[in-house]
């Protein structure tokens, strides 16, 4: 079987910004969305406006100094009286400077106002490509499922969806910005001054820049390992609270506390290190770009000194470096968290390049079904190739009639139902309704063919009104009260305050084990499929419980084609035909009376079931015989 899940090589080092960029531009820039299109093209104008604002900004404070300058060195040369001089001063400086906080305002109106543009449609990605992953997850294979721990799925869809986030804001709304801004720096100082202001830098900017990668380079594989043991601990944390019962039960609470303590111990060293590397990288970028302006400065002071530039000049080089240094500070930060997002959604993607293992067939049909017979012809199955569990076998369900399939543990009793749902496709053989292979046609339509009622019933946390309506999303509310009276659970739902908008608690855990099993009853009920499939439907519950959710069985197969996989033999007697499976063979099959005159293996499991039962019955009588006679001695 080829391995459709095997794993895809993770991306985070070796995925490129260009080719995790370019997977994500369909989605920036969605066909037939104008409306997103529009506001793209108004946010970068936005951009570049803002950035000729941003350049024009140092300008008016150089405007300023130079005025300040020139009004001060005209009141002590020619002793300007004193208002005169006030007047001077509010006739350029003082303007020149409310000029300046203007170009300020401006500059940041237009980034916020960019920003709130551009903000629809990263949302509007981040939203699409949530929901592409949400729903490819639900077309993965359950092998895939079953070798996965919920826990890191979740953190994978989280930090996927905050990646794509991160990445379209940095790129569009800080990296194009930074780079327009550079280049137009680096344009004016060699206009206003000369090419050596702009030689220095852009030294400094490319020291800077390969300082921080290498720096990066060294702590991403630091915040991998921080990644790692976040996910490994909220994975534990996610198992051992869904396993609540189960912990109390074994007094696990001290062992369950040290697996998750020695997870975030391992997180705790790797944060450590996250930020110790974080505070080198700060210094060593600060150290750059202290002395690349400061370069700069001196240039500008040799230059005043020199009689070819004004103090203005000196003050518009400083204001022109300081401002870039925000923007060029943050570029250290977009690397990081470029290379971060990339890890992220480079996981996601790993997800959503799986290819499923169960895919429609070209050219598929929905399934016709017109009787309701179930055929499997010469079925062979493994999981694991040296590991048959099916080794061949064929077996028929009339339209109609009940046919149970028992043997002892791992004989291959549910694979029978996972392959009938078409959760795995079998190595050999077929699998038939009407005569239609069931590989041949969609898997919606098959599935909606088909009800179950499993073993171990699993309800969502909503209310018990969602959960029964869960069969059949467009039915009526007579509908749904109807399927619960036949599923003998309205009554209990009537004695509730809230009725049918009881909340049941997750997983169901606020129900007793029989009245998740009548809700699920209803829930198939709703759906009314032709072909009914029992998962040991009550092999979970008392005998008391048992024999009334049997009864609400009855009813509901009905009429209906019926396979029944149990593992308790009393529920079965009544079926049309009983097949056993051992070790993956169909090694007995006939009516109830007949099996057990063949003394072959059902009958020796029949014997030990009610040796079993027998048993049980006789402690149950012994411990109520106990407590009467308890009752009796504290009477006398």
């Not at 794993?7 to 995790?20: K, N, Q």
């Not at 794509?164 to 790129?171: A, H, K, Y």
């Not at 720096?185 to 921080?212: N, R």
């Not at 759906?527 to 499939?533: E, V």
Request: glycine share 8%; hydrophobic share 45%; aromatic share 8%.
């Amino acid at each position: 079987m080829p391995d459709a899940n095997a794993p895809a090589a993770r991306g985070g080092e070796d995925a490129s910004l260009i080719g995790t960029f370019s997977r994500l531009w369909p989605h920036l820039w969605p066909h037939g969305r104008v409306d997103l299109q529009r506001r793209i093209f108004v946010a970068f104008c936005l951009l570049l406006l803002a950035k000729v604002v941003t350049m024009l900004t140092p300008f008016t404070f150089k405007w300023a100094t130079d005025a300040l300058v020139a009004v001060t060195g005209a009141s002590e040369a020619t002793d300007v009286p004193a208002g005169e001089a006030w007047a001077w001063l509010f006739a350029s400086p003082v303007l020149l400077t409310v000029l300046y906080g203007l170009s300020r305002i401006l500059m940041a109106g237009l980034t916020q106002l960019r920003d709130g543009i551009f903000a629809k449609v990263a949302m509007h990605a981040v939203r699409k490509l949530a929901s592409q992953l949400f729903s490819h997850l639900h077309s993965l294979s359950l092998r895939f499922h079953l070798e996965r721990k919920t826990g890191g799925l979740t953190r994978v869809l989280e930090r996927g969806r905050s990646g794509i986030e991160d990445l379209t804001r940095l790129m569009i709304l800080t990296l194009i910005p930074t780079i327009v801004e550079l280049v137009l720096v680096l344009g004016i100082l060699a206009w206003q001054f000369d090419l050596a202001y702009s030689a220095v830098v852009l030294v400094m900017v490319i020291a800077y820049l390969a300082f921080t990668y290498y720096a990066t380079q060294w702590r991403i594989s630091i915040r991998r390992r921080m990644n790692e043991s976040d996910t490994d601990a909220n994975t534990k944390a996610i198992d051992a609270l869904l396993n609540f019962e189960t912990v109390k039960y074994f007094g696990a609470e001290k062992r369950e506390m040290e697996r998750y303590d020695h997870s975030m111990e391992r997180y705790e060293r790797a944060s450590v290190q996250t930020y110790t590397s974080l505070a080198i990288l700060n210094a060593g970028q600060a150290a750059i770009f202290t002395i690349g302006m400061a370069t700069v400065m001196i240039f500008a002071a040799r230059d005043i000194m020199g009689g070819n530039a004004t103090i203005g000049d000196f003050v518009l080089v400083n204001a022109l470096l300081v401002q870039l240094f925000i923007p060029l500070n943050f570029m250290g930060m977009v690397y990081r968290e470029i290379k971060q997002a990339l890890i992220d959604i480079s996981d996601m993607f790993g997800i959503l390049d799986r290819n499923p293992e169960i895919e429609d067939r070209p050219g598929a049909t929905p399934l016709g079904v017109r009787e309701g017979t179930v055929a499997f012809e010469n079925v062979r199955f493994a999981y694991n190739p040296d590991r048959p569990i099916l080794k061949g076998i064929s077996f028929e369900v009339p339209a109609g009639r009940t046919i149970a399939i028992v043997g002892p543990s791992g004989a291959g009793k549910s694979t029978i139902s996972r392959l009938l749902f078409r959760f795995y496709e079998p190595q050999g053989g077929r699998v038939l309704i009407d005569g239609q292979d069931i590989a041949d046609v969609t898997q919606e339509s098959l599935r909606a063919a088909i009800g179950m009622v499993p073993q171990d019933t699993v309800l969502f946390n909503d209310t018990i009104g969602y959960n029964i309506r869960y069969g059949r999303w467009d039915a009526r509310e007579e509908e749904v009260c109807e399927a619960a009276r036949l599923a003998q659970i309205d009554r209990f739902i009537a004695s509730l305050p809230e009725g049918y908008d009881t909340p049941v608690g997750e997983r169901g855990l606020k129900l007793s084990g029989g009245e998740k099993q009548r809700v699920a009853i209803a829930r198939t009920i709703l759906k009314s499929p032709p072909i009914l499939l029992l998962d040991e439907a009550t092999s979970a519950l008392d005998s008391f419980t048992e024999k009334e959710i049997q009864d609400a069985l009855d009813r509901v197969s009905r009429g209906r084609t019926t396979l029944v996989i149990a593992h308790r033999l009393s529920t079965v007697v009544g079926a049309d035909e009983i097949i056993v499976l051992d070790q993956g063979e169909i090694v007995e099959r006939g009516r109830h009376a007949a099996l057990l005159e063949a003394q072959g293996v059902y009958a020796a499991m029949w014997n030990r079931q009610r040796q079993a039962d027998e048993a049980r019955e006789f402690l149950k009588k012994a411990e109520e015989e106990r407590a009467a006679s308890l009752r009796l001695s504290i009477a006398e």
